[in-house]
């Protein structure tokens, strides 16, 4: 990964974080929220791999957390697993699969939830599992939805991973 | 050639094992990273350099988020007026339902209102010094009506649970409504003084002239076998004639208000003078009654 890379990817992180904070917390549909965040690391993350997904997701957390004046560092706690989690599929199974962007935004979405709710939950905040539920299958399709665009914006922009890259060590037996 | 291709690559990259152990040292310290902005924040909420940068950090994202904002405005307008339009038809619908709701609500709060002055003005009335004495009320919400013109029986809402019997007189608080002709155990059957069989004895307050009240034309009264050499007034007010003898009880109660005269005529041909008499109680528009339930046992007869 190069330096225009990971500059081109804080790029799109942050203005996923910007658009996320300023205008798509305010729409709700059917209890849903679309997180056009999640979804943009999940896509920066299957096409650079863990570290940066890890490094993504934390400082994108800390942006969230910032600009929403809200608890430091408890984004980015869920959102460093989230992309690391993401970025390791990438880089193994999920490698060169047309059905990884939606089954990773899909599963990470559910995940993310259940995971700030946890995080809320042990630090005795209060943790509305109930108002969690009912807005997570809304969510989950708002977010398939964004999937597609998002994957190929950040596709564009990031150059897929190069066959050498990802290439494992060839050891001859025998 | 296989071999000499991998040599190469590793000459670029990173052993497998350093790649992995450099892969889990970032996410470690990425982890405790952020569970150590976690639990400065959590600690001291408002106050602290971490505060203190998170507020300039915030201050510093304002423009962009101003400007997300000024940006997506018109798609959110758009999106607001879809969604609202799309939401018009349900909401109408509840609209609908709530205005039928507080319709309803506010017909039974009238009642209710209507209902409550017509049980104060029969408190009144029981209070007063026109309540007959040896007599306690039991008092009663009407709960049907005469159904047509040749029924001319309400119901109301206390039977022999509360004491009523057959023949319980049942008066409002403008006068006497009749009596009652069958008994429930939480209802009763009241005939009304406009009914064909209601007989009442009664006198003329003001001339002490003594007559029979029975139902009249519409819904008048009549007093019944007042001679012509007697005296009836128009505007007298008739009551109820009570009991004269013990040896033969009568139904109601003395001084009861029955009605007052409206006209008085006679004829060559009649025996009696003819008294109309509009009764007192309003017999199509009751509410609340009392049944006066006798204080000593077996005073009815």
Redesign the interface.
């Known amino acids: 990964m190069t330096i225009v890379d990971g500059l081109k990817a804080a790029v799109l992180l942050f203005v996923a974080a910007i658009v996320q904070v300023s205008i798509l917390t305010q729409i709700h549909v059917l209890h849903g929220v679309p997180d056009v965040l999640l979804v943009t690391l999940v896509a920066v993350a299957l096409l650079r791999g863990a570290i940066v997904g890890a490094v993504g997701g934390f400082f994108a957390g800390l942006l969230v957390d910032t600009a929403t004046l809200g608890q430091l560092g408890l984004t980015s706690l869920v959102l460093t697993v989230a992309g690391y989690w993401i970025g390791r599929y990438g880089e193994t199974t999920g490698q060169d699969r047309a059905h990884a962007p939606f089954l990773s935004v899909g599963v990470v979405t559910i995940l993310y939830g259940f995971g700030l709710l946890l995080v809320h939950f042990v630090l005795g905040e209060p943790a509305p599992a109930g108002a969690m539920l009912e807005g997570l299958v809304p969510a989950i399709v708002l977010n398939l939805v964004l999937t597609a665009p998002v994957y190929a914006v950040v596709r564009r922009l990031l150059r897929a991973f190069e066959r050498s890259d990802v290439a494992t060590e060839v050891q001859l037996l025998g | 050639m296989?071999?000499s291709?991998?040599q190469r690559?590793?000459e670029r990259r990173p052993p497998?094992g350093r790649s992995a152990a450099?892969?889990r040292a970032?996410?470690a310290v990425?982890?405790l990273?952020?569970?150590?902005?976690?639990?400065?924040?959590?600690r001291s909420?408002t106050s602290g350099a971490?505060h203190d940068a998170?507020?300039y950090?915030?201050s510093a994202?304002r423009p962009?988020?101003?400007a997300?904002?000024r940006v997506?405005r018109p798609f959110?307008d758009a999106?607001g007026y879809v969604s609202s339009l799309t939401s018009a038809k349900s909401k109408n619908a509840k609209l609908h339902r709530e205005v039928s709701y507080y319709q309803a609500l506010a017909l039974k709060n009238l009642a209710a209102a209507k209902e409550n002055a017509s049980l104060k003005r029969l408190l009144d009335y029981e209070q007063g010094p026109a309540y007959p004495k040896d007599y306690h009320a039991v008092n009663a919400s009407v709960i049907s009506f005469p159904s047509g013109p040749f029924d001319q029986q309400i119901t109301i809402s206390a039977g022999s649970n509360r004491g009523l019997r057959v023949n319980t007189p049942i008066v409002s608080a403008d006068g006497l409504v009749g009596r009652v002709t069958n008994v429930g155990r939480v209802t009763a059957t009241v005939a009304l003084l406009t009914d064909p069989d209601s007989v009442v004895a009664a006198r003329d307050l003001t001339t002490k002239v003594f007559g029979l009240i029975r139902h009249g034309q519409g819904n008048t009264l009549i007093l019944d076998q007042v001679a012509k050499d007697e005296v009836v007034n128009r505007g007298d007010v008739i009551v109820t004639q009570g009991t004269r003898d013990r040896r033969y009880p009568d139904l109601y109660p003395y001084g009861i208000p029955v009605g007052q005269v409206i006209s008085v005529g006679t004829s060559d041909i009649a025996t009696y003078r003819t008294v109309q008499v509009a009764p007192f109680a309003k017999l199509t528009g009751l509410d609340a009654v009392a049944a006066l339930i006798p204080t000593k046992a077996s005073k009815l007869p």
């Open positions: 296989l071999a291709s991998a690559k590793s497998r450099l892969r970032v996410l990425l982890v990273g952020a569970l150590a902005l976690l639990t400065i924040s959590f909420p971490l998170q507020g950090g915030a994202l962009f988020q101003v997300a904002t997506a959110r999106y």
